[in-house]
């Protein structure tokens, strides 16, 4: 065929539907460039609200918190950059993790922990917000 190269393993529907040995595709390329572009201004706005907390009183820290414009920009934050870095995570162990067991199990202890992050923050700004 013209344009192939002749050591090429991959079969003609194969190229077609660009998948590669994860058959995958480029899903999870995507979702981590989108979640990085959307992790600038929640980063940034959470800087700006942590600078803001300083100094302040637990009552005051709270309160701003417990603000519903504010909680949102904190859970978009925590469930963004909770999402990048699982999906980071995972291309990393499945690049570099070469034993089928280790890399199950590595996949497995990934996925809780940005799971069990994300819950455990969400819940405290949740808790904050309605006062509970």
Same mark, same amino acid.
């Given at each position: 065929?013209?344009?192939?190269? &002749?050591?090429?393993?991959?079969? &003609?529907?194969?190229? =077609?539907?660009?998948?590669? /040995?994860? *058959?995958?595709?480029?899903?999870?390329?995507?979702?981590?460039?989108?979640?990085?572009?959307?992790?600038? &201004?929640?980063?940034?706005? /959470?800087? %700006?609200?942590?600078?803001?907390?300083?100094?302040?009183? *637990?009552?005051?820290? =709270?309160?701003?918190?417990?603000? &519903?414009?504010? $909680?949102?920009?904190?859970?978009?934050? %925590? %469930?963004?950059? $909770? +999402?990048?870095?699982?999906?980071?995570?995972?291309?990393?162990?499945?690049? +570099? =993790?070469?034993?089928? @067991?280790?890399? !199950? /199990?590595?996949?497995?202890?990934?996925?809780?922990?940005?799971?069990? =992050?994300?819950?455990?923050? $969400?819940?405290?700004?949740? @808790? !904050?917000?309605?006062?509970?």
């Amino acid at each position: 065929m013209i344009g192939e190269r &002749p050591n090429e393993m991959r079969t &003609p529907m194969r190229r =077609v539907r660009g998948l590669g /040995a994860a *058959h995958a595709g480029t899903k999870d390329f995507w979702h981590q460039r989108v979640t990085a572009v959307a992790g600038i &201004p929640l980063t940034i706005a /959470a800087i %700006i609200i942590v600078v803001a907390l300083m100094g302040r009183s *637990h009552a005051a820290v =709270v309160q701003i918190l417990g603000s &519903p414009i504010v $909680a949102i920009i904190m859970l978009l934050f %925590i %469930i963004n950059t $909770a +999402y990048h870095m699982w999906i980071g995570m995972q291309e990393i162990i499945l690049d +570099y =993790v070469h034993e089928d @067991k280790f890399k !199950l /199990a590595t996949l497995m202890a990934n996925t809780f922990f940005c799971f069990a =992050v994300a819950f455990v923050s $969400a819940f405290a700004i949740l @808790k !904050l917000s309605f006062g509970v």
